[in-house]
């Protein structure tokens, strides 16, 4: 069957660090997001892309950064992460009716 | 420009009683409408999507919504809630350019036995 996965599952770093969140689908979808999700504001979008060598800012994209270099793969980057970026981390690919998401990336920056 | 908004961040129902949760939403164009549910530790799973035709939607786990038009509603509805209702629900609508999802930002369903 056709899944969406992500990893690591939890992850705790430091804050300045690079980290870098893997997401994987092998729905062969074109569309892939990253959210991240907070008490209290929902699922908020940092970066989606609709194809290989495409990417887009969304909502709260400073400090990520993504990049796609083929269907299956769009890993989310913080570049120095900050406190203010634990959250959970969900990643999702669309095809033309509905969005498919992966189990989330509990992240803890201390 | 599409926008979602559910009323009640919390809703406390007994087992047995029936679950209404409220989603209006905004959209310059025919909207494709979902409900998404989230247990907790987990990924969100798609209850129920209305893109075409027929205005109620019936989903998994005994919940439907119906989509109307003339009040931007598309609210979420289970005649009897079971302990295992309890979750988080989000309702979303499928953006003008077809590929941008826009979310609520969630109900929290509390079941009481």
């Known amino acids: 069957d056709a899944e969406i996965t992500q990893s690591p599952r939890h992850k705790i770093t430091e804050t300045g660090r690079q980290v870098t969140l893997a997401c994987h689908q092998t729905w062969n979808h074109n569309n892939m997001f990253w959210y991240r999700q907070d008490l209290g504001h929902g699922l908020r979008l940092i970066h989606y892309?609709?194809?290989?060598?495409?990417?887009n800012k969304g909502e709260v994209s400073d400090g990520y950064s993504v990049s796609r270099s083929n269907t299956e793969d769009l890993p989310l980057t913080l570049e120095s992460a900050a406190s203010s970026q634990t959250s959970v981390y969900f990643c999702a690919s669309s095809d033309l009716h509905e969005q498919y998401f992966g189990p989330g990336t509990r992240l803890t920056v201390t | 420009a599409q926008s979602v908004t559910q009323l009640g961040s919390h809703v406390s129902v007994s087992e047995g009683a029936l679950v209404l949760l409220r989603c209006n939403y905004s959209s310059s164009v025919p909207p494709y409408l979902f409900w998404y549910v989230q247990y907790p530790n987990q990924g969100l799973q798609l209850l129920l999507k209305?893109?075409?035709?027929?205005?109620l939607v019936k989903g998994i786990n005994g919940f439907e919504a119906e989509f109307k038009k003339s009040e931007t509603s598309f609210h979420l509805t289970k005649p009897s809630a079971h302990m295992s209702d309890a979750a988080e629900y989000f309702c979303?609508?499928?953006?003008?350019?077809?590929?941008?999802?826009?979310f609520g930002s969630g109900t929290k369903l509390n079941v009481k036995p």
């Open positions: 209305y893109t075409t035709g027929a205005t």
């Open positions: 979303a609508v499928r953006g003008g350019n077809f590929n941008k999802f826009y």
């Open positions: 892309s609709y194809g290989v060598q495409d990417t």
